[in-house]
Nanobody
Framework: QVQLVESGGGLVQPGGSLRLSCTVS????????MGWYRQAPGKKRELVAQ???????VYQDIAKGRFAISRDNAQRMVYLEMNNLKPEDTAKYYC????????WGQGTQVTVSS
């Protein structure tokens, strides 16, 4: 059974930075495109960034120039470096594979507030 565990969230002031980590167990991730998603209260879950098996990254407009996604296939980890955080980035953040998502993890809460 695949399990996803996200960590690294917290409370940060506007303009601050956080690095989120996603640990995948129960499978290798080498061949999968992995993504970070977020869901704010009352809103649908949305894709933030993705990284292919070869390391090619794609960012949604909300993340361009501020976020960086990366992966470590050997450790089965996916990361999201977030800089210049804004209050509108407040959400719970999740990782998953892009196609045929596994069961979602608990996510990690990011709150951007002064």
């Amino acid at each position: 059974q695949v399990q996803l565990v996200e960590s690294g969230g917290g409370l940060v002031q506007p303009g601050g930075s956080l690095r989120l980590s996603c640990t995948v167990s129960g499978t290798t991730i080498n061949v999968y495109t992995m993504g970070w998603y977020r869901q704010a209260p009352g809103k649908k879950r949305e894709l933030v960034a993705q990284v292919s098996s070869s390391g090619t990254t794609v960012y949604q407009d909300i993340a361009k120039g501020r976020f960086a996604i990366s992966r470590d296939n050997a450790q089965r980890m996916v990361y999201l470096e977030m800089n210049n955080l804004k209050p509108e980035d407040t959400a719970k953040y999740y990782c998953n594979r892009l196609v045929a998502s596994w069961d979602w993890g608990q996510g990690t809460q990011v709150t951007v507030s002064s």
